[in-house]
């Protein structure tokens, strides 16, 4: 068995993959392939609302929120949620933590001003910065990052901010609850803790719409999607799909709140072992660990390409870190076994056995 680290594109359960696979080839209500079916038909159109209501359910989202299935990743976020929200001459907030809040940052000061209010930069991105307490009612929203993929750090609690809040989750999207009435846009890109690469989740409060002047191309105004229920182009009709699949599955686990506890065993059961092992250490201390990306270092670099080796060796695969951070990286998103991380751990033993 491989056991699957990879950032993203990332690991799916197995029992969504049967499914999908299955579905590819044969869709039993419909004797066709799922890939070759129309985005009209009332089989999709089943599936559109499965994956809407389920995610509703999932996140507990009240009906003045709209919940969108976009294309263009997490990245065409980064310039939609301005251009749909930000006046030109308004100011937005941003909260710098790293490589993506830098991108969503350079984005949307196409549109307004932008100013960082925080920024964990100075310690080479290894911690969340503290706001608590700041006045930031001049500005229109304050953007955050609440898990950051490439540096391994998270927010373990949501400030509290006297503004709009907006939302960066690509990568701990259902992993766990939260107060979505806190927050007015929160997206992600399907492919770490949702689904397949192809979609992009938005849940969108409607009454932030339709309040800037600017004229928007109409894919790229949220407004038409929440008009056609995502449905105005050809929608991404097999990642859709799988991310339903997925949700499902996130459910039938016991939602996001089960999804806690299984998240927190295995991050707990690595970062233990990270502490304890003389050959590693993690640069990420306390509350700001991630629990979806691990990030760690061997103390002796020279002996990376082999602690890469012995990985493979075990079955362990796509641990090498990000190339901006070195050391290494464990995505431990919803979908990981306990199993799988209790290999890594039995890998990193032998490895210090053998070098200690
Ligand atoms: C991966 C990632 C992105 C970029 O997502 P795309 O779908 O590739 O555009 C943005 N933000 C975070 C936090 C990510 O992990």
């Known amino acids: 068995m491989t056991h699957n680290f990879f950032a993203g594109p990332a690991i799916l359960p197995q029992e969504v993959l049967a499914k999908a696979s299955a579905a590819a080839r044969n869709l039993e209500e419909m004797g066709l392939s799922i890939l070759e079916i129309s985005h009209r038909s009332d089989f999709f159109k089943g599936v559109m609302d499965d994956a809407v209501n389920t995610c509703k359910r999932l996140l507990n989202i009240p009906d003045d929120y709209a919940v969108l299935f976009l294309t263009g990743g997490a990245s065409s976020?980064?310039?939609?949620?301005?251009?749909?929200?930000?006046?030109?001459?308004?100011?937005a907030a941003y909260v710098d933590t790293g490589t993506w809040s830098t991108k969503a940052i350079k984005e949307a000061k196409m549109f307004g001003n932008v100013e960082t209010i925080a920024s964990s930069k100075e310690d080479n991105y290894t911690s969340i910065p503290n706001i608590?307490?700041?006045?930031?009612?001049?500005?229109?929203?304050?953007?955050?990052?609440?898990?950051?993929?490439?540096?391994?750090?998270?927010?373990?609690?949501?400030p509290e901010v006297n503004t709009?809040?907006?939302?960066?989750?690509s990568s701990d999207i259902f992993s766990r609850p939260f107060d979505v009435t806190k927050f007015d846009v929160v997206y992600a890109g399907a492919q770490k803790n949702m689904g397949p690469a192809g979609t992009t989740l938005v849940i969108v409060k409607k009454d932030i719409l339709d309040k800037v002047d600017r004229p928007i191309p109409t894919m790229l105004n949220y407004s038409t999607h929440v008009a056609k229920n995502s449905g105005f182009n050809t929608h991404p009709v097999f990642p859709i799909y799988v991310s339903m699949l997925t949700m499902q599955w996130v459910e039938k686990q016991g939602g996001v709140t089960a999804m806690v506890a299984r998240n927190s065993e295995k991050a707990d059961a690595l970062y233990a072992e990270i502490d304890r092992n003389a050959l590693f250490?993690?640069?990420?201390?306390?509350?700001?660990?991630?629990k979806m990306n691990v990030t760690f270092q061997l103390k002796n670099a020279d002996l990376n390409d082999a602690f890469l080796t012995h990985c493979k060796e075990h079955n362990l695969l796509g641990l090498k870190g990000h190339r901006s951070v070195g050391g290494f990286r464990a995505s431990i998103y919803n979908a990981m076994e306990l199993d799988s991380v209790k290999v890594l751990v039995q890998a990193m033993q032998s490895f210090e056995s053998h070098h200690a």
Do not use: W
Request: hydrophobic content about 30%; proline content about 2%; aromatic content about 12%.
């Open 77 to 91: 976020q980064f310039y939609m949620v301005p251009m749909n929200i930000l006046k030109s001459d308004e100011t």
């Open 132 to 158: 608590d307490g700041m006045d930031l009612s001049q500005y229109r929203y304050l953007h955050i990052t609440s898990n950051n993929t490439i540096f391994g750090t998270q927010y373990d609690e949501f």
């Open 164 to 169: 709009r809040l907006v939302c960066d989750m």
């Open 281 to 290: 250490t993690a640069n990420i201390n306390g509350q700001d660990r991630s």
